[in-house]
């Protein structure tokens, strides 16, 4: 377990009564979350229960049928919001361009905007990978040469290059062997450690999540089932949490 | 069928707006006019040799046969300037950079790395859309204009060595000189453009619009390239109608 972060930058994300719908298929049915500035939190649940589903929603790349989301209390529709606070995501696959080298994917967000002349975006590119274990020889890679795990750090890095106040992980260790697993959740734990940013992890992976979660919450139903502490998750009398937390190969 | 005609309308109007900022993507712009220069150059000249050629091989003993085998050049000339060359070179880049274009978007959009250009703030129409689109407007009219070269040497060629046409090189090319015009060309150049920004919308709507995984890219590059020509030709036709009265004044009036 690692501490909270006491002086934290990350910005406040609530979340009210938010509803989905594809089609007939009601995914999100009025899910309400409160995370705090700076946590890490995970946010597990069974495959199809709408966790993409409610990510794709704060970072705006799916607008809600109801309900609202708020940062620090503005609202995430609300004009200007992405000049006020930057969020940044981790897509399962990555989502690297693999057209592009992984220095320039790193750096993407940083020449395409002209936000620093290319010798500081060098030096940030550089400092980034560093910081998730890679050298500065990886950056002249292609995502196509990279092995799985380190797709997933590179796709880190690039997050932490736009300085967001909000980290999204969509399943970061989902087609990872156990130990590569577990240093993608380390990344994540320094990363939290260093930006001080708000990290909401979702996962089904249940090592993963007692393993760095501040507070987990279980989505479940298109609802929120359960928010709370690990030990307070792992002792909960829910019955779909405990099949789904306690499930192995031996019982059953 | 008319959600996707309405899709790639405002595809191409959001495409046009982001025009006067093209120079910013100029990297991009250059990556996919290589690309098309690399990949068809050579397809087009093997397929324009032999347009001429054929164009040749039928027309020429028919016209040989009347006595007017010395028509033969312009015959062949405006045949390929105004009709098949933007036809099958606009074919040729739909199967070739457009298939291309929709499975490379496809991919994208499957991977997630459009969500994640999303995620960025970087507008995946004017970072991915745009320089493909401008490329391929500004590579298909220069292919034409390639193509014609070639393809009234393959016409000559044939001319001149099939004993039923005999009709010597410096003929056909006289006949060529006198017949074809300017305008004709621009004809052709009008059309291709046309052809051009079609194909390139078309297939990048088609790839930014790929659902159900990795199977999903292959459906749409199949229907990126149908699509494609199912478009060119109807077009061919309703701009033909529409250009020649310019071209021909006589012609006007009828279907
Ligand atoms: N764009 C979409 N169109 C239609 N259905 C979708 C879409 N995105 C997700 N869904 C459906 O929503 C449900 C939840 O998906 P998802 O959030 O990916 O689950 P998970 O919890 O495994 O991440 C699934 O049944 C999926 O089919
Ligand atoms: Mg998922």
Same mark, same amino acid.
């Given at each position: 377990?690692?501490?909270?972060?006491?002086?934290?930058?990350?910005?406040?994300?609530?979340?009210?009564?938010?509803?989905?719908?594809?089609?007939?298929?009601?995914?999100?049915?009025?899910?309400?979350?409160?995370?705090?500035?700076?946590?890490?939190?995970?946010?597990? #649940?069974?495959?199809?229960?709408?966790?993409?589903?409610?990510?794709?929603?704060?970072?705006?790349?799916?607008?809600?049928?109801?309900?609202?989301?708020?940062?620090?209390?503005?609202?995430?529709?609300?004009?200007?919001?992405?000049?006020?606070?930057?969020?940044? +995501? !981790?897509?399962?696959?990555?989502?690297?361009?693999?057209?592009?080298?992984?220095?320039?994917?790193?750096?993407?967000?940083?020449?395409?905007?002209?936000?620093? %002349?290319?010798?500081?975006?060098?030096?940030?590119?550089?400092?980034?990978?560093?910081?998730?274990?890679?050298?500065?020889?990886?950056?002249?890679?292609?995502?196509?040469?990279?092995?799985?795990?380190?797709?997933?750090?590179?796709?880190?890095?690039?997050?932490?290059?736009?300085?967001?106040?909000?980290?999204?992980?969509?399943?970061?260790?989902?087609?990872?062997?156990?130990?590569?697993?577990?240093?993608?959740?380390?990344?994540?734990?320094?990363?939290?450690?260093?930006?001080?940013?708000?990290?909401?992890?979702?996962?089904?992976?249940?090592?993963?999540?007692?393993?760095?979660?501040?507070?987990?919450?279980?989505?479940?139903?298109?609802?929120? !089932?359960?928010?709370?502490?690990?030990?307070?998750?792992?002792?909960?009398?829910?019955?779909?949490?405990?099949?789904?937390?306690?499930?192995?190969?031996?019982?059953? | 069928?008319?959600?996707?005609?309405?899709?790639?309308?405002?595809?191409?109007?959001?495409?046009?707006?982001?025009?006067?900022?093209?120079?910013?993507?100029?990297?991009?712009?250059?990556?996919?006019?290589?690309?098309?220069?690399?990949?068809?150059?050579?397809?087009?000249?093997?397929?324009?040799?032999?347009?001429?050629?054929?164009?040749?091989?039928?027309?020429?003993?028919?016209?040989?046969?009347?006595?007017?085998?010395?028509?033969? #050049?312009?015959?062949?000339?405006?045949?390929?300037?105004?009709?098949?060359? %933007?036809? +099958? +070179?606009?074919?040729?880049?739909?199967?070739?950079?457009?298939?291309?274009?929709?499975?490379?978007?496809?991919? +994208?959009?499957?991977?997630?790395?459009?969500?994640?250009?999303?995620?960025?703030?970087?507008?995946?129409?004017?970072?991915?859309?745009?320089?493909?689109?401008?490329?391929?407007?500004?590579?298909?009219?220069?292919?034409?204009?390639?193509?014609?070269? !070639?393809?009234?040497?393959?016409?000559?060629?044939?001319?001149?060595?099939?004993?039923?046409?005999?009709?010597?090189?410096?003929?056909?090319?006289?006949?060529?000189?006198?017949?074809?015009?300017?305008?004709?060309?621009?004809?052709?150049?009008?059309?291709?453009?046309?052809?051009?920004?079609?194909?390139?919308?078309?297939?990048?709507?088609? #790839?930014?619009?790929?659902?159900?995984?990795?199977?999903?890219?292959?459906?749409?590059?199949?229907?990126?390239?149908?699509?494609?020509?199912?478009?060119?030709?109807?077009?061919?036709?309703?701009?033909?109608?529409?250009?020649?009265?310019?071209?021909?004044?006589?012609?006007?009036?009828?279907?």
């Amino acid at each position: 377990m690692t501490p909270v972060p006491s002086a934290a930058s990350g910005v406040a994300i609530r979340v009210c009564q938010l509803r989905k719908s594809f089609g007939s298929q009601v995914v999100l049915d009025g899910v309400d979350l409160d995370i705090r500035p700076g946590e890490i939190f995970v946010l597990m #649940g069974p495959s199809g229960s709408g966790k993409s589903v409610l990510l794709r929603h704060l970072i705006g790349l799916e607008t809600p049928d109801s309900g609202e989301i708020l940062l620090n209390d503005t609202r995430l529709e609300d004009e200007g919001i992405r000049d006020r606070f930057r969020l940044a +995501m !981790v897509f399962q696959s990555g989502g690297l361009l693999n057209s592009l080298t992984v220095g320039q994917n790193v750096g993407l967000y940083l020449s395409e905007h002209r936000l620093k %002349p290319p010798e500081e975006i060098e030096r940030i590119v550089q400092e980034k990978l560093a910081l998730v274990h890679l050298g500065p020889g990886d950056a002249l890679k292609y995502p196509a040469e990279l092995s799985g795990g380190m797709k997933k750090r590179v796709a880190i890095a690039r997050a932490l290059v736009m300085e967001p106040q909000v980290v999204l992980y969509d399943e970061p260790t989902s087609e990872l062997d156990p130990l590569v697993a577990v240093t993608v959740g380390r990344e994540i734990v320094r990363a939290n450690a260093v930006t001080r940013a708000t990290t909401l992890v979702v996962t089904h992976d249940r090592d993963l999540a007692f393993g760095i979660a501040h507070r987990i919450a279980f989505l479940g139903g298109g609802r929120i !089932v359960e928010v709370g502490t690990p030990e307070a998750i792992r002792s909960h009398p829910d019955p779909l949490m405990r099949r789904f937390l306690s499930a192995d190969f031996t019982r059953d | 069928m008319f959600r996707e005609l309405g899709k790639m309308v405002v595809l191409f109007g959001a495409t046009f707006r982001a025009l006067p900022r093209v120079l910013r993507y100029r990297r991009n712009l250059f990556e996919q006019l290589f690309e098309i220069g690399n990949s068809s150059l050579l397809m087009a000249c093997v397929l324009s040799l032999f347009i001429g050629g054929v164009l040749s091989l039928q027309a020429g003993p028919l016209l040989a046969q009347r006595g007017l085998g010395s028509m033969l #050049g312009g015959l062949v000339g405006a045949s390929l300037a105004k009709e098949l060359g %933007p036809v +099958m +070179m606009s074919i040729l880049i739909a199967g070739r950079i457009g298939s291309a274009m929709a499975a490379e978007l496809g991919s +994208m959009r499957v991977y997630q790395e459009i969500d994640a250009l999303r995620t960025m703030n970087i507008n995946p129409i004017e970072y991915l859309v745009l320089p493909r689109v401008v490329a391929i407007s500004v590579a298909l009219p220069c292919l034409l204009v390639f193509s014609l070269l !070639v393809g009234c040497a393959g016409g000559a060629f044939v001319a001149a060595f099939n004993p039923e046409v005999a009709v010597s090189s410096a003929a056909f090319f006289n006949n060529l000189r006198s017949t074809l015009e300017l305008r004709d060309i621009l004809h052709g150049l009008i059309k291709t453009f046309l052809f051009a920004v079609t194909v390139g919308v078309v297939c990048c709507n088609q #790839g930014l619009d790929t659902l159900g995984g990795p199977r999903g890219i292959g459906r749409s590059v199949t229907k990126a390239v149908v699509n494609s020509i199912v478009f060119i030709l109807v077009l061919d036709y309703v701009i033909t109608r529409m250009l020649l009265p310019l071209t021909k004044a006589s012609m006007a009036g009828g279907f």
